[in-house]
């Protein structure tokens, strides 16, 4: 998966004041989550994949650059795949991020990301304070 490694740094600088911020590689390029949420991804097979949301994707559709997003043979309503030329500048790029960051927030909005590392950790405190079976676990004389 060979993304553009200068368009995932822009995109880290503009992503470095957020909270709760994640890289993780998949839907065949670099993609950045915000409050374990997608907001966009720095595509693989060139441009970027942004979440818009089902409500504004026709309306995103509209913008220059952009075409909708296809997987697999269907197309991918709430996301818009913008073409490079769409985010030359520093100004567009802010642009398309913002979008994909207020896709977040509206729906993200009152609900706090849990570290997946804690919710594991739960797990395992949860499994240790289980008690023992009960039923004839002791063998030898009975009373």
Known sequence: MAYDENTAARVRKL????????????MGGLCFMVNNTMC????????????????????????????????????????VRLAPDGYQSDAELKKWVKRGLDFVAANTAGRKAAPRKAVAAKTKVAAKAKAPPRGRARKGLRR
């Open 15 to 26: 992503l470095a004041g957020q909270r709760d911020v994640a890289e993780k590689k998949m």
């Open 40 to 79: 966009c991804t720095v595509s693989g097979r060139g441009g970027m994949l942004i979440r818009v949301g089902p409500d504004a994707h026709a309306r995103m559709l509209q913008e220059p650059h952009t075409s909708p997003m296809e997987m697999r043979g269907r197309i991918m309503t709430g996301f």
